[in-house]
Structures are given as C-alpha cells and as structure tokens.
C-alpha cells in the first residue's frame, strides 16, 4: 500500500472513552503532522514530528497526544474530549521538515464527539 | 504571520467552462505554493506543487500560477467536467511545517 492510511476512517465516542488514531506512512518521509479540519475553517496545524521527535505542539488541549514511535507512524491518543472536538483529523507527511517536496495527506479519520 | 485568502468561496458552472480559482497570500517569502483537492468529507488531494523559483505548472486540464511578488496564485481549470466538481484549497508553505491553507473554493460543475 502507498501513500498515507489513516485508520479509522469514522470514529464516535464519548467525552469519557478514550480512543486513538492511528497514521501510517509509506512514502519514507521524515516529517510528519496531525491537521484539524473544523467546519467553516481553514486547516489547524495541531503537531509536528520530524525523525520522530515532536518539533512543534500548536497549543493543543493536553487532552490531545500526539505518539510517533518511528518514522511511518504517528497516533493521536484521545482522553475526555468535548463535542466541539469533533472534527476531521488529518495526517500527512512530508520528505523534509519544509516541505521543499510537498505534503501529502490522509483520508482523514471523521470524529463526532457525543 | 501568513494569511490565505481564497476567492471566490464558492462556484456554479455548467460543464464545459473554463474557470479561475484565486489564492493570493500576505507573505511572500514562501517555499513554494501547492494546491489540493478535497471532495467531501474526505482527505486532501495534492493537484499541483509550484516552487517559489517557478512561474507556472500544469498536470493535464489545470494550471497554476505563481507570483511570488504580488502575492498570488491561480487554479486554471480547462473545460471543466463535473467530476471536478469538488473544494479547491491552496496552501502556502513558509518553511518548516509552516503550511497556512486557505478557506477554500467550493467547485460545482453541473451537467
């Protein structure tokens, strides 16, 4: 399989589970990012990993947690969220931290939180 | 800090037409430019990557333009076809992560 694989595709859960989504690339990128994408809003950087570090946490809910255990895969560990979490989370990837070759995205994991 | 501003929001078209989407962007120190596709309620389709030092690329019906020094980009798309039909997002890469994306352009290509 090529490309990024987001799984699952479609998540419920409710504000007490807790859930994780789970990023797997197969490009043999260095850098990778978890995205939020809200209705009526533009694309919200939530975190940055390149060769497996966190390089950036965009003020994101520490209910949020981002786990990158090697280079092809990235989760985001989810724990007491708030309906207005629901959203579309993206996962993408990029060759190099800036990006110079591009990015290339997921399928998305659609959240509804109840 | 970068903002995009994507216009028009949305577009009805018969099929057929050529069209423009626009992107511009309030700094230009960017790597380069890349615009996507997003149907609905799925993930992002890359369509076209422009590197700063280019002017334009083109993959099949579309064509994209940059420049850098005003600040803009545009989505040419040829003959439009109802399966185009779809939201256009343009993204600005500053360097090292720093990717700002646009509202985007609802595209509706009627028959």
């Known amino acids: 399989e090529t490309g990024v694989t987001q799984t699952p595709r479609h998540l419920v859960m409710g504000m007490t589970n807790k859930k994780s989504l789970k990023c797997e690339q197969h490009l043999g990128h260095n850098a990778m990012y978890w995205y939020k994408q809200s209705a009526k809003k533009p694309l919200e950087l939530m975190f940055v990993y390149s060769l497996e570090e966190r390089v950036e946490n965009n003020s994101v809910p520490s209910r949020f947690s981002p786990e990158c255990p090697n280079s092809s895969h990235l989760f985001l560990h989810l724990h007491t969220l708030q309906p207005e979490d629901s959203a579309l989370y993206l996962c993408?990837?990029?060759?190099?931290?800036?990006?110079?070759?591009?990015?290339?995205f997921g399928s998305g994991t659609r959240l509804t939180v109840v | 800090k970068q903002e995009v501003t994507q216009i028009p929001a949305a577009l009805s078209v018969p099929e057929g037409e050529n069209l423009v989407l626009n992107c511009s962007f309030t700094d230009s120190a960017i790597y380069n430019l890349q615009w996507f596709r997003q149907d609905p309620g799925k993930g992002l389709t890359s369509l076209l990557l422009?590197?700063?030092?280019?002017r334009e690329q083109t993959s099949g019906r579309l064509n994209a333009s940059l420049d850098k020094s005003s600040g803009r980009s545009t989505l040419y798309i040829a003959a439009s076809q109802p399966g185009d039909s779809a939201t256009y997002l343009c993204a600005a890469n500053s360097g090292y992560s720093t990717l700002t994306f646009g509202k985007g352009t609802m595209l509706l290509v009627s028959p």
């Open positions: 422009i590197q700063s030092s280019q």
């Open positions: 993408a990837s990029s060759q190099l931290l800036q990006g110079s070759l591009g990015y290339t």
